[in-house]
């Protein structure tokens, strides 16, 4: 009965909606805003997914991730440091202004400025040269295997703009001047943006003269970020929205039960696990037990994976044995085995290793990161609790944590990695597990050092034939396991919800929204 | 009931509950079911939350008694509950009416200690301010507008925030309570002091004080001897009613996540980690918290009022 | 008079320079905006370089002497997060705080008047006993849990009203005013009764205080005595002389309304100024947190000298007493 009647008053209710707006206006509902209107100003993927809208890179990826043309039509690889690419012809920007090589050099040029915070994300770029108006010389530092996988993501301004606002080098706001492209987009992509007011609504609309065939039938999106989770359901429920990226696991029953909402879920390409502080001493001084391989091993045994799944995850995550997904290139099916939940184990490591009556260290994690990260860390921390050691849990917002982690203020911490937008376990590798040294281990923030890995890594940057790289980098990931460097939690879930009203919007593994695949 | 000393003049003064019960401040009391019923109910919960660790199912801080297959059961009397869980569990397993009874048991500790905090502040600050009037006087009223001219709200937000940022991870719980009770009173102080400070004024210039200055008694004995207890009557209203005022502003604080973390919550941090799940169907996370903080602050609130309206003589 | 006015402004601007040095103090210690602003993938160097160029390395009065003399001018610099002038983004919020603030404010007047007369005429009935005992829950219920409950009621359950944001807004200049359309109109609805609750309490408890006072005096009486009606004698005379304290106080209490609006508009989500605020406190966006506070401060101190001045102007005895 109650059902019922809130089918009839939620019918109402979005049929007023709709009869107000634009059938084909698309109202997304996300649990954060994009931190600019320009890709290359902050260095922060969900920014990169929603510009992806506006902006297109020379190749990128299709339904099946599978990597496709886009503004390039072709490309060859001259010397393993030069690749040729062919530019597409016809198609032009937003603002009139036709495609040519000498954006794609602009581009290029200022995605890997100094001062770019994205350079990481095309390393191995060194110059790019005009051939003719539709051809482009790419030349790399040395061979790189994964350069079209980083393409996807480096988007394409027009030259043309850049220069005319005074744009051609990425924003520098320490230097106190607004950037034009900030709150302004000029790109080649199925939308343009029409206005945008941080952190209240930016609106998209459709850009007529895309160069592909439309799948989609939008006209309109209007993107608002809702960062109340609770918020967001009671929007969805009421219509007011049409779809979110990030529908809280726990609320998954209710929005698929009434009748208005329709829930995707899948399991993320991003892998959740605990990394450790190895230096000497813990973050509060002392010296630091997890540096002995038995206590971290006693930590591991202590969790229970299963246990994490069923409830705090409600069945939606699927617990890993490694630290990449199945789907990623490297992955081992005999080294994805769970470590099985052993309580008297797990004290008798610690009792061996000479902590029988364990130790306190600090939990470092984040109250607006991973999918219920608060309520793992608590159940985690309880579990481990019961083997006599001593989290001291340390909860707040990323912005805010971060800086702990990477200032050795931190014993263990959460950390998720999906090795976007590469799809290869030469990711975690080179940036999380390999010694800190340069543009390696960046995020190598617990300061651990295992040579033998970082001579496998070395070998497989460089290698060219597949099969040979994988096996490389899948024997530094049986390393990672035996040494216990992190300890994997689990793949966790993805929840997207939309409204009934949407007829066709397919889910991705790595979590991105592509409207341009969207009917209403 | 009236219980008269059989010698008014020359008794070995009457015990205190005798007084009490002879005032006109009792008999007010008593014939006002309202003020009755919210000390009863106040009382309570205060005993309850007194007696937490004794009459709690469970210690809801021990991470080791959290047992997660326990979690989200509903209250006993919904299908699917079970005992002790009487009011249900949250999403650790953590029993609600052990976390409500602890949460009061913070949420009214943090109260009473911003209340003596800033009533220790403001007092003194206030007689010396008034006593000895001059620099001393415009230098702290004038701290005092600056506290004021800032909303409340905005500046217990900040200090809390930033103190706990401060403070190192590993006493970052521990000095929680320590930084909301400090947040609170940085304000509450200034309404005790300008209280006491204005009826100091007053009083130093009476007769009784002028006499007791010509035969040197000093400063300090006049001021708290005879001054103070004369600015009692304004200071006990203005106490009660900001011991509410501290709970919401502490659950606001909580509320808003710069309060008590989640492992060691007061009903603020309850309510919101259960607004989290208000849609999920878990709906005794947050009901029984948000209830225990309204009724505890409606019965501060009716009693305060009260003792406004019995205290002054003009409404009677 | 000139005295008077000289004297109560250099006050009111002294306590502007102690906020103004309170915002600083707390903000330059929180935090790390290097590592707000930066890739996670910088290096030593370039933070060093960046903390030079934000003059985080200067000297702490020099800090403090650029950041006042900034403010004065409304200047207060590019927030760390959205990359866009600080100035200007809490211009683009105003228009929804003040809105919303107004709104709160109107329903209050509307509800607390005609509920403080009632209580003070009809002093004794059951009723005006009942709402005086509603009126002490309404200051007693936490705001948020007022929300909480109106969103779940009004929202979810009967699907009558919006549950977050400002519905449609129509830009007329830099004001978007959401007040024009019907959607518009629809979502504030909720905010404002959640944050106007307290105000109504306010209102109607010192209507009911000053209209008892007022009865009691002889002008009423003769009135009274007169046989003037007394609805007459309510409304047209006792009335009449309790708007000025209910008008001062509503002047004095906007300022509180928008410190009290951050509470309501995270719960609603509405892009006020409060939610750029307790946004700007998760991501330690320093510019943000302390225009946010030198601007209520301002707002705050400006209504409360005005009052004191419009004060003095009309009773002239309150010129010499300055506590």
């Known amino acids: 009965m109650a059902a019922l009647r809130y089918a009839l008053l939620a019918g109402v209710m979005s049929a007023a909606l709709a009869s107000a707006a634009a059938a084909e206006t698309f109202r997304w509902g996300s649990s954060r805003d994009i931190g600019s209107l320009d890709p290359y100003s902050y260095g922060d993927s969900f920014t990169i997914n929603v510009m992806n809208h506006v902006y297109e890179g020379l190749v990128r990826y299709d339904r099946n991730l599978a990597i496709e043309p886009a503004l390039a039509t072709s490309w060859e690889v001259l010397s393993p440091t030069v690749w040729r690419f062919r530019l597409r012809e016809g198609v032009s920007f937003h603002n009139g202004n036709p495609f040519t090589a000498d954006d794609v050099i602009a581009s290029l040029k200022r995605v890997s400025h100094a001062d770019s915070p994205l350079k990481g994300n095309l390393p191995a770029y060194k110059a790019a040269t005009r051939v003719d108006d539709f051809t482009v010389d790419v030349e790399l530092n040395g061979a790189y295997p994964l350069l079209l996988n980083d393409l996807t993501n480096i988007h394409i301004f027009d030259a043309e703009w850049l220069a005319q606002h005074n744009a051609e080098v990425p924003t520098d706001i320490a230097k106190g001047i607004e950037g034009f492209a900030t709150f302004n987009a000029n790109g080649t992509g199925p939308f343009k943006v029409e206005s945008r007011q941080p952190d209240a609504k930016t609106v998209f609309v459709v850009n007529p003269g895309w160069w592909d065939t439309p799948q989609h039938n939008l006209t309109r999106i209007e993107f608002t970020p809702v960062s109340s989770a609770a918020t967001r359901v009671a929007a969805l429920l009421s219509g007011e929205i049409d779809f979110t990226e990030d529908a809280p696991v726990q609320d998954l029953p209710r929005l698929a039960a009434a009748p208005n909402v329709k829930v995707l879920e899948r399991t993320d390409l991003r892998t959740i696990f605990l990394m450790m502080n190895r230096r000497d001493e813990l973050a509060e001084g002392g010296k630091n037990p997890l540096n002995d391989l038995r206590v971290r091993q006693a930590m591991q045994k202590a969790i229970d994976l299963e246990l994490l799944r069923d409830r705090v995850m409600r069945g939606k995550s699927r617990a890993a044995g490694m630290i990449i997904a199945p789907e990623i290139p490297g992955y081992d099916a005999e080294l994805d085995k769970l470590t099985p939940y052993d309580l008297d184990g797990a004290k008798a490591l610690l009792a061996e290793a000479g902590y029988p009556d364990g130790f306190a260290f600090v939990f470092n994690c984040m109250s607006d990161g991973y999918v219920n990260e608060e309520q793992l860390c608590q159940a985690i921390a309880s579990m481990w609790a019961r083997i006599g050691i001593e989290p001291k849990l340390d909860i707040a917002p990323r912005p805010v944590q971060t800086p702990k982690r990477t200032g050795a203020k931190a014993d263990v911490w959460t950390l998720g990695w999906a090795t976007l937008p590469m799809l290869d376990s030469y990711s975690p590798l080179i940036q999380i597990i390999h010694s800190r040294d340069g543009n390696a281990g960046v995020f190598n923030w617990g300061d651990w050092s295992y040579p033998e890995i970082d001579a496998l890594v070395q070998k497989a940057s460089v290698e060219l034939d597949r099969d040979k790289r994988l096996a490389m980098q899948t024997e530094a990931l049986r390393i990672v396991g035996e040494e216990v460097i992190a300890i994997p939690l689990h793949q966790q879930p993805m929840s997207w919800a939309a409204s009934a009203e949407v007829d066709e919007i397919p889910q991705f593994p790595d979590n991105k929204p592509r409207l341009w695949f969207v009917k209403k | ?316 | 008079m000139i005295a008077f006015l000289i004297k109560r402004i250099a006050n009111a601007m002294l306590v502007m320079l102690a906020v103004a040095f309170f915002a600083f103090m707390i903000f330059r210690f929180v935090g790390d905006p290097v590592e707000m602003m930066l890739n996670e993938q910088a290096t030593q160097a370039e933070r060093a370089d960046l903390r030079a160029k934000l003059g985080l390395e200067d000297g702490f009065l020099v800090q403090f002497g650029r950041f006042v003399t900034n403010a004065a001018q409304g200047d207060f610099g590019i927030s760390y997060r959205n990359q866009q002038e600080v100035i200007g983004l809490i211009a683009e919020r105003f228009p929804a705080t003040f809105e919303l603030v107004i709104v709160a404010t109107i329903i209050s007047l509307a509800v607390g008047i005609p509920l403080g007369v009632v209580t003070a005429i009809r002093r004794g009935a059951w009723y005006s006993e009942a709402l005086q005992f509603l009126s002490i829950i309404g200051v007693s219920l936490p705001s948020f849990v007022v929300g909480i409950v109106l969103i779940l009621v009004f929202s979810v359950t009967l699907g009558l009203f919006p549950a977050f944001g400002r519905g449609e807004t129509v830009q007329i200049g830099w004001w978007s005013t959401g007040l024009l359309t019907e959607l518009g109109r629809a979502a504030i609805l909720l905010p404002a009764v959640s944050l106007s609750l307290f105000q109504i309490t306010l209102v109607m408890r010192l209507v009911r205080a000053e209209m008892l006072e007022v009865l009691r005096a002889d002008f009423i009486k003769f009135a009274r005595a007169r046989g003037v009606p007394a609805r007459i004698v309510h409304f047209r005379h006792a009335l009449r002389n309790c708007l000025m304290p209910v008008v001062t106080m509503t002047a004095m209490q906007i300022g509180n309304l928008i410190a009290f609006a951050l509470i309501t508009e995270t719960v609603f989500q509405w892009p006020g100024m409060g939610l750029l605020f307790i946004q700007a406190v998760t991501f330690v966006d320093i510019p943000v947190m302390a225009a946010y506070l030198c601007i209520v401060s301002f707002i705050f101190v400006a209504l409360n000298t005005m009052v004191d001045i419009a004060y003095a102007v009309i009773d002239p005895r309150l010129r010499g007493a300055n506590g």
């Open chain 2, 1 to 316: 009931m009236t219980d008269t000393p059989v010698c008014p003049a020359r008794p070995a003064t009457p015990s205190r509950l005798a007084r009490l019960r002879d005032s006109d401040l009792w008999w007010s009391f008593t014939s006002h079911p309202t003020a009755v019923g919210a000390a009863v109910l106040l009382g309570l919960m205060m005993l309850a939350a007194l007696l937490a660790p004794l009459i709690a199912p469970q210690n809801p801080y021990d991470l080791a008694a959290l047992e997660l297959w326990n979690a989200e059961l509903p209250p006993v009397w919904v299908e699917g509950g079970q005992w002790p869980y009487v009011l249900g569990t949250d999403l650790q397993g953590r029993d609600v009416l052990s976390a409500m009874l602890y949460g009061s048991r913070i949420s009214i500790v943090i109260g009473i200690a911003s209340v003596i905090v800033s009533l220790a502040v403001g007092l003194s600050l206030g007689l010396v301010a008034g006593y000895f009037g001059g620099i001393v006087d415009n230098v702290l009223m004038r701290i005092g507008d600056v506290l004021l001219s800032i909303p409340t709200i905005l500046i217990a937000i900040l200090v809390s925030a930033v103190a706990r940022e401060m403070l190192p991870p590993g006493l970052r719980e521990a000095g929680a309570a320590a930084v909301l009770v400090l947040a609170i009173s940085l304000t509450a102080w200034v309404q005790y002091a300008r209280t006491v400070r204005a009826q100091t004024m007053v009083e130093r210039n009476k007769e009784y004080v002028q006499a007791a200055r010509l035969i040197r008694v000093p400063a300090r004995r006049i001021m708290l001897r005879h001054i103070l207890p004369n600015t009692m009557t304004p200071i006990l209203v203005a106490a009660t009613l900001n011991f509410g005022l501290a709970i919401l502003i502490e659950a606001t604080l909580s509320f808003l996540g710069v309060g008590m973390p989640p492992t060691e919550p007061s009903l603020g941090t309850l309510i919101r980690i259960g607004n989290q799940y208000l849609f999920s169907g878990l709906w005794w996370i947050v009901l029984f918290p948000a209830l225990h903080l309204c009724l505890l602050v409606v019965a501060v609130n009716l009693l305060g009022d009260w003792l406004r309206d019995a205290l002054n003589p003009k409404l009677r």
